[in-house]
């Protein structure tokens, strides 16, 4: 069997050129997932703060001067002290980190482990007896980074110090953490004290001799009214009566004279005679008869007669009423009956009102001592709790004050050199790297798809220098590729198809390479998110 033919190199070129969309297509695929992957890195921020160990300032005979080993060995304590899981999980609790984390429900041991590996503290090389070392932090949010950053050095801080010390600032955590717990009983109780009082005002200090002042003035202004109404219903009746015997005077005159009603009276009883004989007439003769019509007409004669007279009588009257009220003095008097009844109506109201008003402030100083009653309670709940808060700042403050003496009359003290700052630049990505090697890898991958497809092909025979070197022959003649007119058609067909299926397999391969990338990880390790 003949030995592989080595090709030359403008040989393979050409092979490259001929599979030159399997390398197209893996390059546009991978760089454009690996570059919208990199594009959609979170930027991390990091954080550093230097401390400086100071020496004693106290006699070296008395504390032990510090060292490069006594550094490494003290460093190493306090950071497992500082960043072990209670101390850890406070900061997290304080300064909200790892919200994506909490949402998913994850462990509290990934999330720890997931801080510790944003935070470095790196002691730095002696140099002229000065002892140093900094404190990194890596998130995604400057301002948190810097806050967790200046928190760690404060802790690095108090955490160097004796037993002491340390018992201080427990203390001094236990009285934060009570603080907050007393704080938030006395917000609570605030709130309810506040909307009790609105709620209920008359439990208010003072408000009862306040409503007391107010019913004994509207005690006075009821008194008043009354006797007003009292002094108006006296005279209104006073003037009634006088109008009483002013009208009966007055009415003493008849409306209709004696006369007129004899005359009435004596038509009626002829009417009545002529009516009955009437009667009597109409049992023998029909309507038709001259007796029946004559004794008609004379009731109608009679009818008409009185008619005349009521209306004689009436007009009579009318006369005799119009006379009587053109008295002045019953009109007057009846004005002012009127006019003082509108006045004790009025007055009345008012009395009423005034009563409703009286009758409410009663009910209210009744409920008041229970109202207070209960205001009471609430104000000594609220003034306990405030005593206990603001004994429990006293108590903070004690502590905080002795654990300032204890800090500078100990040995090595720690002094924050320099502070952390608010990063403006992220330290990771580095997407100026990142981007060429995604073009890179792209362009790998295209070139290790084209070599998959084509080292098979490179063990067949492809040219004339292929059957010279496997067949030891010359190549005699070479028949090219045959087409029917049907195949010809349908090559332009054939070429949209692989150009669409060639865009669709891009299009679902980004988004499918890109979520891969994602969930592996890896990216986030080779950008150097530690």
């Not at 230097?50 to 304590?77: F, G």
């Not at 004989?277 to 007796?291: A, M, R, S």
């Amino acid at each position: 069997m003949a030995a592989l033919r080595i090709r030359t190199p403008a040989e393979y070129l050409q092979l490259l050129w001929v599979r030159r969309y399997y390398v197209l297509v893996p390059f546009i695929i991978v760089t454009a997932a690996l570059g919208y992957a990199v594009r959609k890195l979170p930027d991390i921020y990091e954080s550093t703060t230097v401390i400086i160990v100071d020496p004693p300032k106290v006699s070296s005979a008395y504390v032990q001067p510090v060292n490069q080993i006594d550094l490494n060995s003290r460093l190493s304590t306090i950071q497992k002290q500082v960043t072990s899981r209670t101390e850890l999980q406070r900061i997290i609790g304080r300064f909200g980190l790892y919200q994506e984390m909490a949402r998913r429900n994850a462990p509290i041991e990934l999330v720890i482990e997931e801080m510790l590996r944003h935070i470095t503290v790196k002691p730095f090389s002696a140099s002229a007896g000065v002892y140093a070392f900094s404190i990194s932090f890596r998130g995604t949010d400057p301002r948190t980074v810097r806050d967790v950053t200046a928190e760690l050095a404060a802790r690095f801080i108090d955490a160097n110090s004796d037993e002491t010390r340390r018992q201080v600032y427990t203390t001094i955590d236990q009285l934060e953490g009570r603080i907050n717990e007393v704080k938030g009983e006395l917000e609570k109780i605030e709130s309810a004290r506040a909307g009790y009082l609105v709620r209920n005002p008359d439990a208010l200090p003072g408000q009862e001799q306040n409503m007391i002042g107010q019913m004994n003035s509207l005690g006075m202004i009821r008194q008043s009214q009354q006797s007003s109404i009292d002094t108006l219903r006296s005279q209104t009746a006073t003037n009634e009566q006088l109008l009483t015997t002013l009208k009966t005077q007055d009415s003493e005159m008849p409306d209709v004279p004696v006369s007129a009603g004899q005359t009435e009276g004596q038509l009626r009883s002829r009417r009545a005679d002529l009516e009955s004989q009437l009667k009597q007439l109409l049992t023998t003769y029909t309507e038709k008869n001259p007796e029946v019509i004559k004794v008609r007409v004379q009731i109608e004669s009679i009818n008409k007669e009185m008619d005349d007279l009521r209306n004689r009588i009436e007009q009579d009257r009318q006369a005799r009423r119009s006379a009587r009220r053109g008295n002045s003095q019953i009109s007057g008097m009846e004005i002012r009956i009127a006019a003082d009844k509108r006045d004790l109506i009025r007055k009345e109201a008012e009395l009423e009102q005034t009563n409703r008003q009286y009758a409410e402030l009663q009910s209210r100083l009744r409920s008041t001592p229970l109202l207070a009653t209960e205001a009471t309670r609430i104000e000594r709940d609220y003034t306990t709790l405030r005593k206990r808060y603001e004994d429990l700042l006293a108590m903070r403050d004690n502590a905080k004050f002795s654990a300032r003496v204890i800090n500078d009359f100990s040995g090595e003290t720690f002094r924050m050199s320099d502070p952390a700052g608010l990063p403006e630049v992220p330290a990771s990505p580095n997407r100026r790297a990142l981007y060429p090697l995604s073009l890179f890898i792209g362009l790998l991958s295209g070139l290790i798809a084209a070599a998959a497809f084509e080292v098979r092909a490179l063990m067949t025979i492809r040219d004339a220098r292929d059957v010279a070197h496997y067949a030891k022959l010359p190549l005699l003649a070479a028949v090219p590729r045959i087409s029917t007119p049907q195949e010809r058609r349908w090559q332009p067909v054939m070429a949209t198809a692989k150009i669409l299926a060639v865009i669709i397999l891009i299009s679902a391969a980004i988004p499918a390479l890109y979520q891969a990338i994602r969930l592996s990880g890896v990216l986030s390790m080779v950008a150097g998110d530690n």
